[in-house]
């Protein structure tokens, strides 16, 4: 039997660890890399989110989806709807060379980028830290 409180926190803390990497890479100027970690960190924590209300299967990548779907539990996350959809576009773009034409992610993403990523995701992280620790 699953233990929604347990997966809701190993989820959480999964998030500020991949937070402290996107730092790191944002820092030693992995951009693409930092925005592809901030989609990461922003799923695993709406993730927790939805263990902490009960949710058995959580499946899915879209930011979106996961906030739409979180949000009539979860009022606060009226707040981070845009930057889901920022977010969302750095799933497949900042990994893949043929995502960008006549680029490569490494080249294509630039600081200011990475750093509204990853303060973002941060964000996403304090949210759902409120609601879990809370």
């Known amino acids: 039997m699953k233990n ?3 997966d809701a926190r190993r989820w959480l803390r ?3 660890n991949d937070l402290a990497a996107a730092q790191l890479m944002l820092r030693e100027g ?3 890399q930092a ?3 901030s989609h990461q960190i922003a799923e695993k924590a709406l993730k927790a989110l939805a263990y ?3 949710d058995r299967h959580v499946m899915g990548h879209s930011l ?3 906030v739409t779907s979180l949000e009539p539990t979860y009022p606060q996350l009226s707040q981070h709807q845009e930057l889901a959809g920022t977010l969302e576009q750095y799933y497949v773009p900042t990994r893949y060379p043929d995502a960008l034409p006549g680029s490569v992610p490494f080249e294509a993403y630039n600081r200011g980028q ?3 990523a990853v303060a973002g995701a941060g964000a ?5 830290s409120a609601v879990v620790s809370g």
Do not use: I, N, P
């Not at 996403?124 to 759902?128: I, L």
């Open 124 to 128: 996403v992280v304090g949210t759902a």
């Open 30 to 32: 992995f951009f693409a």
């Open 14 to 16: 999964q998030a500020k």
């Open 35 to 37: 925005c592809f970690m």
């Open 114 to 116: 990475a750093e509204d």
């Open 4 to 6: 929604s409180m347990a």
């Open 64 to 66: 979106l989806e996961l």
């Open 52 to 54: 902490y209300r009960g």
